[in-house]
């Protein structure tokens, strides 16, 4: 065959294949750049730095005499699991249970930028660390070996505490507190991570939320960007996660607010 065909076939085959994906692999084709992003950017890590450093200084400045417990999420907070996002995104796959399950057995995660520094800084600075993850029990040895390997402190069945039944995170942040700790700081990628009442919420009443509690961020506080899954994308409208792809697409491409090109 000569060049020129193969390169004419190859390139109807490519427009074949996008214009022939499934709403399934539409979504996740939307989601790449997103990927791109948080695994090549320099300014992903320099947010990470950002908020770590953040975190240092505010709990230097917030700390006690007694005793102080720094909360975080553990998913896209502490750990990167962009290679799962990568791998959906390739394959056309939503998430499962069995392949996340499968992800976090690998224990092949790993730290974000300035993520294990900040932690021992904490446990260094009379704090201790509290991972309220919402990865399910049954996973927790794999992501307690991950973890220590990492090199992240203190982690045991008193600090990692994992997903028994609800993915509410009150209840776990309240055990923390019953316990006489001060929460010095909370630190996560999603606002259903800062113990608030989100769960399944609009974005518009989320955005309220948020402004209303300005004054938080970078001080209890610390937030790290996740372009890539989370409460934002079911909060685009009610039951998002009970849609169908098909449908999904639809209420992404309505919440886009474009210019009128004029
Ligand atoms: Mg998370």
New binding site residues.
């Given amino acids: 065959m000569n060049k020129k065909l193969t390169i004419a076939l190859g390139a109807a085959l490519l427009v074949f294949s996008a214009c022939s994906a499934t709403p399934r692999e539409k979504l996740q084709n939307e989601g790449k750049l997103g990927i791109i992003w948080f695994q090549n950017s320099g300014e992903y890590q320099a947010l990470t730095h950002q908020a770590f450093n953040a975190g240092k200084k505010a709990y230097l400045e917030n700390k006690t005499n007694g005793k102080n417990a720094v909360i975080v999420?553990?998913?896209?907070?502490m750990v990167d699991n962009s290679p799962y996002a990568a791998w959906q995104a390739i394959n056309g796959q939503g998430y499962s249970k069995e392949s996340w399950d499968k992800w976090c057995e690998a224990k092949e995660a790993k730290a974000l930028p300035g993520a294990v520094d900040f932690a021992n800084f904490v446990a260094n600075n009379g704090g201790e660390m509290f991972y309220i993850?919402n990865r399910t029990s049954n996973l927790y040895e794999a992501t307690a070996e991950n973890l220590k390997a990492l090199g992240f402190p203190q982690v045991d069945s008193k600090h990692l505490l994992l997903k028994e039944n609800t993915s509410d995170k009150a209840a776990r942040v309240n055990h923390v507190k019953d316990q006489g700790y001060k929460v010095v700081i909370m630190a996560?990628?999603?606002l259903d991570?800062f113990g608030s009442d989100l769960l399944h919420k609009s974005n518009k009443e989320r955005v309220t939320y948020v402004n209303a509690n300005e004054k938080k961020y970078g001080e209890q506080w610390i937030i790290l960007p996740?372009p890539m899954y989370?409460g934002f994308e079911s909060g685009l409208s009610p039951d998002y996660m009970k849609l169908s792809p098909k449908e999904q697409l639809k209420v992404r491409e309505a919440s886009l607010n474009p210019w009128s090109g004029k």
């Fill in positions: 999420d553990l998913d896209e907070t993850s996560g990628d999603n991570d996740n989370g």
